[in-house]
């Protein structure tokens, strides 16, 4: 993508509070959306660019929304809640990715959903730390600086500058040798290991990057609804980013960002019209998947660049043949 | 498909908003612009069917009084939570800043009105709720929060004093969800079965999801009876599961409000006949206004009302007598909530009833036994308890002094005659 | 009451009628290497489905076989034009059970409505039966006469075959199955269709037990995968061990330790994966 687009995208998202019709509701969306498009970010570094499907990446979310949650709700100050949510959800991913990374394509899949499983029943199970299902409720937003966040455009904007940061670490990452490493990992993991690159931990960096996406979306979500409950933890919310990252478009910075968008829309917006609406994504998503396999960003590239064309050969990787 | 949003709207008659307009239409800054009224209840998801439930009282109250409302105009917009607690907060958002909404009906769960507790507070939104965490109206109460069904144990209260007095029942296992209805309910239950001299001799917790209760129903020993505190679709399958292991008779099977709801009805097989169960509402109440509540709902649905339909058809005629003593005024909010729990009926679809300081109801608590009649299954009202409180007869300094109920812990005594002690 | 042999009982009792859900799963995800996220969808559309053929007037058993039909027919339809459409890429072909799943799941809501449905047990059936010093639904007995029966039908399809041989062949190694001119893509279809009909059909027999409602999807679900991840994929005696590995897990479990209910069937599934990833008896890894 050229500088220029990028700049006049990024400059028209910060302008949003100032032309969105809806008012504070309509900035609190578009929070939303950069919230769960980081998330989705950090999942597409597994998706897309080392081609691990994870189904268990609300764990990683949903345990920094819980940390950040139980410690300001014990008075902690705000950025050392912060700090602590990111730390301990960056040494879960590192638990989480020595397990799932006993194996690769569907095993991986299976190892990270029954992980997130865990969590969420620890969560769901242990009252007296998680509040159970009532999960834990706090009142405050932090306030960096002496801004509070409470309204909406404050926090909108808080949101826009992690947004910024968090597409720039990634994009940093998928473009250094690291990330290139990756790809290579995804591709031809036999050909890296015989070139002396050690898969295992390019893969077990790669997982780091993404617990990192996650533990900062989670905080986010976290100060958004001021409370941690399991359902942040369940296989739905798992489902619901991969959902995001695949339908976007997996592989590219950009397509998480749609997807997000696009599921988002569905829940929040479309629900308010439509009572079915949870068939309707389920049918977006299908249709996505056969006739769009790439994602809706490089789809929507390709039949503008030359209408009527054949889907190309799909990206390996995240549709591809599963490595071994 | 229905479109919800749009349905309502069209039911403004004559309020100059187009359904066309959707969405953007914005409330007339005219003096006689409707009243709105947000509803956030669960269309889908496995919560759905208690918040179908849900929309079709409140429909049902708003189109009997022709969408009018001490001579205003009332609107109705509905939205899905999905049972989901951050969809529940976007929801609300979406009400209050958006459609800017007068007050709120629901949210339907708990854990959905714990997630939007604070920010309901902050908006000083009028919250007409049937979610029934206890602590909600005592201990840390919500002072924009008006409940006319009941909290978590408040029924069980007199369930227990049923069991332990009338029925004679000395010792009971419970089985509850493993979640905070739960545990409220059943200590709810224990705080009373034990000053009756009754023993709880085991506490069975099941997950919310499980399929086959057979390794609960095993635990259930030699009892005189058994507490259900199940919620949903788990009464059903519990005591399906219960019959079929030869268990019926054994027990006097006692539930709460949700295990033996008069919408389960059709769904509950001939072992349910004999459960006893306490409820703050009953279809088979034989007050008039009940009599044709309960036609005119099955008229519209083809169902028998439960609980969730008759707390939002009750929810309506809180608002209805509010705005009558406000002359109609929602601008105020403090005054309008103040003006709900002041509202105070000889009679409606649960007999009479009115609201404690932290507007919570007071009103009948019914004890119905599940009967066979012609081909299906009623609930017939053994027992009234009336003006029934959150606070039964305990101290209620002390009561708010004492931690909620916990899943393993024994409930403080709270008696009034303990109070006296310290 | 004897609270372990109740439990022993039970034990294989939910086990059989977890078999009934397993065995399809492991079938497909033996051959096609996908773990179908649409599997509790099926089970919960047989069940829903029987009950509308049972209020037509339909007996019980008519009703079941219906159901199973019905769904092996859904089964053939979505592998023929969805996954198809996705042969050699499994990861877009779970992701596709994974939407369907939400179609489906919205689906039945809209049909049959959000109300638990009760399904009667077969008359006849509704006694209980001594079983050494206590006493067990007859029905639920019945269950595992019917898991027992079909897992030995699978059996003697798979081995005695000339469809079974081809069968084996494409889960031990698609590529060679290809090359000796088997036609691998209408065995997917075959195995989709009779994955999908087993799970209706245990989902309308679970019917009496479990009853139906809103959600029995998302219940099902977890445990298809527990039971063949830990049996081991593309083994129908790893499907059958691990429906009854999890039946004891399940009823021991709940009942020895509670607190730990919501995992208690996912701690062990962890260790496996990790351990062992092929699971206790599969022959290859998933």
């Not at chain 1, 998330?39 to 080392?50: H, I, S």
């Not at chain 2, 009243?35 to 496995?46: A, M």
């Not at chain 2, 505190?229 to 005591?239: E, I, M, Q, R, T």
């Not at chain 3, 219906?66 to 042969?87: C, D, K, P, Q, S």
């Amino acid at each position: 993508m050229k500088p220029l687009a990028i700049a006049a995208g990024l400059a028209a998202l910060a302008a949003l509070p100032l032309w969105m019709p809806g008012g504070s509701y309509d900035v609190n969306i578009a929070s939303q959306v950069m919230i769960w498009a980081v998330f989705a970010l950090g999942l597409n570094v597994l998706v897309g660019y080392a081609g691990l499907v994870s189904l268990g990446q609300a764990g990683l979310f949903g345990f920094a929304c819980y940390v950040a949650a139980w410690l300001v709700a014990a008075g902690t100050a705000q950025w050392i809640a912060a700090i602590a949510a990111i730390g301990f959800t960056l040494v879960l991913s590192a638990v989480f990715a020595v397990l799932a990374l006993r194996g690769t394509g569907i095993s991986f899949l299976m190892i990270t959903l029954t992980l997130g499983e865990i969590v969420w029943g620890i969560a769901q199970r242990w009252v007296s730390l998680t509040g159970g299902d009532n999960g834990i409720s706090v009142s405050t937003r932090p306030a960096p600086f002496g801004i509070s966040l409470d309204t909406a455009t404050p926090f909108f904007y808080a949101t826009f500058a992690m947004f910024v940061v968090m597409l720039g670490l990634v994009w940093r990452f998928v473009h250094s040798p690291l990330g290139v490493a990756l790809r290579g990992t995804r591709d031809q993991p036999r050909r890296m290991g015989a070139l002396g690159y050690n898969v295992w931990l390019i893969r077990f960096l790669g997982f780091l990057v993404s617990g990192f996406a996650a533990a900062v979306a989670g905080l986010f979500f976290f100060y958004y609804n001021e409370f941690a409950s399991p359902y942040v933890l369940s296989l739905t919310t798992s489902a619901e980013v991969v959902l995001m990252v695949i339908a976007g478009g997996a592989a590219t910075l950009l397509g998480p960002i749609v997807g997000a968008a696009l599921v988002l829309g569905m829940q929040d917006v479309v629900s308010s019209y439509v009572a079915h609406w949870n068939l309707m994504l389920g049918a977006i998503f299908v249709a996505i998947i056969l006739f769009m396999p790439e994602g809706l960003v490089p789809g929507l590239a390709r039949l503008a660049r030359r209408p009527g064309a054949a889907p190309a050969a799909p990206r390996p990787g995240a549709f591809g043949r599963t490595p071994s | 498909m229905r479109i919800t949003r749009r349905k309502a709207l069209q039911s403004v008659v004559g309020a100059g908003i187009g359904a066309s307009l959707g969405p953007l239409a914005r409330p007339a800054l005219a003096a006689n612009k409707p009243i709105r009224i947000g509803l956030l209840t669960v269309l889908t998801g496995p919560l759905a069917e208690g918040g179908i439930q849900i929309r079709a009282g409140t429909e049902l109250f708003l189109k009997q009084r022709n969408h009018t409302l001490a001579g205003r105009k009332v609107e109705l917009i509905i939205q899905d939570t999905g049972g989901n607690p951050a969809g529940a907060k976007t929801k609300a958002q979406e009400l209050v800043e958006r459609d800017h909404v007068d007050m709120i009906f629901g949210p339907y769960a708990a854990f959905e009105l714990l997630a939007i507790n604070s920010y309901l507070i902050q908006h000083k939104m009028p919250t007409l709720s049937l979610a029934a965490a206890d602590d909600l109206t005592s201990r840390t109460p919500n002072p924009y929060l008006v409940r006319a069904s009941a909290t978590s144990s408040q029924a069980m209260y007199p369930l227990a004093d049923y069991a332990a007095r009338e029925l004679k029942v000395k010792t009971v296992d419970t089985i509850a969800d493993d979640f905070a209805f739960g545990y409220e309910e059943v200590g709810g239950f224990q705080q009373v079965f034990d000053d009756d001299g009754g023993t709880i001799r085991k506490k069975l917790w099941s997950p919310l999801h499980t399929p086959d209760y057979t390794p609960y129903i095993a635990q259930i020993g030699a009892v005189d009876g058994v507490v259900i505190g199940l919620a949903g679709s788990n009464p059903v399958k519990f005591l399906q599961q219960y019959a079929s292991l030869g268990m019926a008779g054994k027990h006097k099977l006692l539930g709460g409000e949700t295990a033996a709801d008069d919408a389960l009805l059709k769904s509950f097989g001939d072992e349910a006949v004999g459960f006893i169960s306490a409820c703050p509402y009953s279809a088979s109440y034989d007050g008039t206004q009940n009599k044709d509540f309960v036609a005119a709902y099955t008229k519209q649905t083809g169902a028998v009302p439960g609980l969730n339909a008759a707390t939002f058809y009750l929810n309506g005629m809180v608002t209805e007598a509010a705005l009558h003593a406000t002359g109609g005024k929602t601008d105020d909010r403090a005054a309008l909530v103040k003006a709900m729990r002041a509202t105070s009926f000889k009679d409606s679809i649960r007999g009479p009833f009115h609201f404690d300081r932290f507007g919570n109801v007071v009103g009948n608590v019914f004890m119905r036994r599940i009967d066979k009649s012609g081909s299906g299954l009623v609930n017939t009202i053994i027992k009234v308890y009336p003006n029934v409180s959150q606070f039964w007869t305990f101290d209620v300094k002390k009561y708010l002094a004492t931690p909620n109920y916990t899943r393993n812990g024994t409930p403080a005594k709270l008696a009034q005659n303990a109070a006296g002690a310290e | 009451m004897n609270l372990w042999l109740i439990l022993a009982v039970n034990s294989i009792a939910l086990g059989g009628l977890l078999f009934l859900l397993a065995s399809g799963f492991s079938l497909i995800f033996g051959l096609m290497r996908i773990p179908n996220l649409m599997h509790g969808s099926f089970f919960m559309l047989g069940a829903y489905l029987g009950v509308s053929f049972l209020r037509l007037g339909a007996g019980f058993w008519p009703a079941a076989i219906l159901a199973g039909l019905a769904l092996a027919g859904t089964g053939a339809v979505i592998e023929r034009l969805l996954l198809r459409r996705l042969t050699g890429k499994p990861q877009a072909q779970v992701l596709l059970t994974l939407g369907m799943a939400l179609i489906v799941a919205d689906l039945c809501l809209m049909l049959w409505g959000g109300d638990p449905i009760e399904v009667q047990t077969p008359a006849g059936l509704t006694g209980v039966v001594p079983v050494f010093s206590v006493v067990f639904p007859t029905y639920r007995l019945v269950v595992v006469v019917i898991a027992v029966a079909i897992a030995v039908a699978l059996w003697l399809m798979l081995e005695r075959t000339r469809l079974g041989a081809m069968i084996r062949a494409g889960v031990d190694d698609p590529q060679m199955a290809r090359v000796i001119g088997i036609r691998v893509s209408r065995l997917f279809s075959i195995v989709f269709s009779l994955g999908a009909g087993l799970a209706g059909l245990g989902g309308f027999i679970g019917g009496p037990i479990l009853s139906v409602y809103p959600g029995l999807d998302q219940d099902m679900l977890p445990l298809a995968l527990i039971i063949v991840i830990l049996g081991g994929t593309g083994s129908l005696a790893g499907a059958l061990v691990g429906s009854f590995v999890i039946g004891f897990l399940y009823n021991f479990g709940q009942a020895l330790f509670p607190d730990l209910a919501y995992v208690i069937l996912f701690v062990p599934l962890l260790a496996v994966l990790v351990i062992r990833p092929q699971g206790l008896l599969g022959k290859l890894a998933p």
